[in-house]
């Protein structure tokens, strides 16, 4: 009775809630950081936020300050400016702009897309360069696994600023094949894309050798061999599918730090997105967009969490959704 078709239900979705209670935590606590960080910020915020709308750096009167303090509830206490935050986030609210005057989700929204297009297609790179070369290096022999692990080290170490830089020297000025600043289309994605995959890619190679060195001693990959299977057909439909859980759970931290990454090849690359437009938003201590990205960037990761648990159970059947 206790292990049947109800009770494994039951037990699955306790698991699922367990599972969404902690991305509303995790995305509770990245709002209520960036909260506190606004108020913590030294200064008058009314003053600031008249000072980024007339371009102006002065002192100004209460009559001047009362309808900015009217505006963003800054003549409230902090305990009720936290529930106006919180209950403008529950309705989809960011707030508003200080310097631009428009909801952050506006401003946000006309610079997301960019920012999607480079993280996705970078996470994409990146995992088809460590497959590639994992299944090319892994389990053959010490010369090749040495190599392996040392291009993994390599690639996972390299700043990604100075990597832009270095593509952007020698592929764009040096070689002329890619667009030096800007530009759009596929083309103008290459460099951006690479300097965010390499060193993701040597971080996800590290965590996946391991486990598909490990795999490839188990009986059933000698059982795959013995009925004539071809080493990359074992490789492909039987090793891997077992030593992928590890970058698997790692891919929702990798598209979180593709986007942070963002802020900086948006800026080398001088790529438009929420990068370049977080870097601006910190430079004018305009700081319901900074905000706005810090928990949307928090959402992002907890949603990319929550499906890929839910994928889990495809990939192998032994895993309890």
């Known amino acids: ?92 609210e960011l707030g508003t702009s200080y310097q631009q005057h428009r909801p952050v989700w506006d401003v946000i929204s006309e610079q997301i897309a960019p920012t999607l297009a480079l993280s996705v297609t970078a996470l994409v790179l990146a995992w088809v360069l460590m497959l590639a070369w994992v299944l090319l290096t892994a ?45 759009s289309g596929p083309v103008a994605l290459v460099l951006p894309a690479l300097t965010l995959a390499l060193p993701l890619a040597g971080f996800l190679a590290q965590s996946t050798r391991t486990e598909f060195e490990r795999v490839l001693e188990q009986p059933f990959v000698l059982s795959a061999r013995l009925r004539g299977s071809g080493d990359l057909a074992v490789r492909l439909r039987h090793v891997l ?29 001088t790529r438009r997105g929420i990068g370049r437009t977080l870097v601006s938003a910190v430079e004018s201590q305009d700081l319901p967009i900074v905000t706005g990205i810090v928990v949307l960037t928090a959402v992002v990761y907890v949603v990319i969490n929550l499906v890929l648990d839910a994928l889990y159970p495809l990939i192998d059947p032994r895993v309890t959704p």
């Open 1 to 92: 009775m206790g292990d049947g078709p109800t009770a494994r239900s039951g037990a699955a979705a306790r698991r699922w809630a367990g599972r969404v209670g902690s991305a509303v935590i995790v995305v509770w606590g990245a709002a209520t950081a960036a909260f506190l960080a606004q108020i913590a910020q030294p200064g008058d915020r009314a003053t600031a936020v008249l000072n980024l709308r007339t371009g102006q750096v002065q002192e100004r009167s209460p009559d001047e300050l009362a309808p900015i303090n009217a505006e963003y509830g800054f003549d409230r206490s902090a305990p009720g400016q936290y529930l106006d935050y919180l209950g403008g986030l529950l309705r989809g």
């Open 139 to 183: 389990g053959r022999g010490r010369v090749a696994a040495g190599w392996g692990s040392a291009v993994d080290s390599f690639l996972a170490s390299m700043p990604q600023y100075w990597l832009g830089v270095v593509l952007l020297l020698g592929f764009a000025y040096g070689l002329g094949l890619f667009p030096v600043v800007g530009g």
């Open 241 to 269: 599918r077992h030593a992928a859980f590890a970058p698997l759970t790692l891919t929702g931290w990798a598209l979180g730090a593709t986007i942070s990454g963002a802020v900086i090849v948006e800026t080398v690359f």
